[in-house]
């Protein structure tokens, strides 16, 4: 909650996070305790509990309940309202470091929750080539349906076998998070063409992103979608924030 009680202070906004360490099982009781609780607006979901999430709301958006998962809850006097932005936070942070993926070749690693929300955005806003690594194949079937279930789907595969030619490659794991040294795909054919971009927040600088700046890479931190996932729920939540200055990175 570190970096988005910064972003509240900086802006004045009357909100603060809270962290909560909760098991799978207790998921549905936090929830439903949640509902009675005045001044709780709602609140972000990360691993593992976006899937379970997603089975506690009383409503969820367009786009949630496409992806079966939710990580932004609003509690509207007591009915809870689920949305999963990290496919647009992380899009608009992409743009905010000068790439849009319209007409772009994107290179994504990772089956999960947040891979496949962005793949299903990067989708939906035109990329014309999409090449996946996903450890899980039985994930393929799923993703192949939500990807070309937009009106016009890029060329969709599996095979990613280099990093080499593409506009935006992407670790949508939690490969390199907190003391993780490893890095979710080998780094040797990184182009500094390339936009490299990470969903992991904490270390700012991960291996995979520490790996894409040596060779000369444009990067984009994860903190850039935290910062772009506040931006884009704060009004849901009734708070009124400025606009992301991606120059602070």
């Given amino acids: 909650p570190g970096l988005f009680n910064q972003f509240f202070a900086e802006t004045g906004a009357d909100a603060v996070f809270v962290a909560l360490d909760l098991e799978p099982d207790g998921v549905g009781s936090f929830f439903e305790a949640m509902r009675a609780a005045a001044n709780y607006r709602g609140g972000f979901v990360t691993v593992p509990h976006k899937g379970a999430a997603s089975g506690c709301m009383d409503e969820l958006t367009t786009r949630a309940g496409a992806l079966g998962s939710v990580n932004a809850v609003k509690n509207d006097h007591g009915r809870l309202i689920g949305d999963m932005t990290d496919g647009p936070a992380f899009l608009e942070a992409t743009r905010g470091r000068g790439l849009d993926v319209r007409g772009r070749r994107v290179a994504m690693i990772g089956g999960g929750h947040a891979a496949t929300a962005i ?53 949508g794991t939690t490969v390199g998070m907190a003391d993780d040294p490893n890095v979710p795909f080998p780094v040797d054919t990184m182009s500094p063409s390339s936009l490299i971009a990470e969903v992991v927040t904490q270390p700012r600088v991960t291996p995979w992103l520490r790996a894409a700046l040596d060779r000369g890479c444009r990067v984009e931190y994860g903190r850039d979608m935290t910062r772009a996932q506040t931006q884009l729920v704060g009004p849901w939540w009734g708070l009124d924030l400025p606009l992301v200055d991606w120059d602070a990175g």
Avoid: K, W, Y
């Fill in 119 to 171: 793949a299903h955005a990067c989708a939906e806003q035109g990329a014309a080539e999409l090449v996946m690594s996903v450890r899980r194949t039985e994930r393929h079937a799923e993703l192949r349906r939500l990807v070309e279930s937009v009106p016009e789907p890029p060329q969709l595969s599996f095979d990613l076998e280099t990093l080499d030619g593409f506009d935006l490659v992407i670790n």
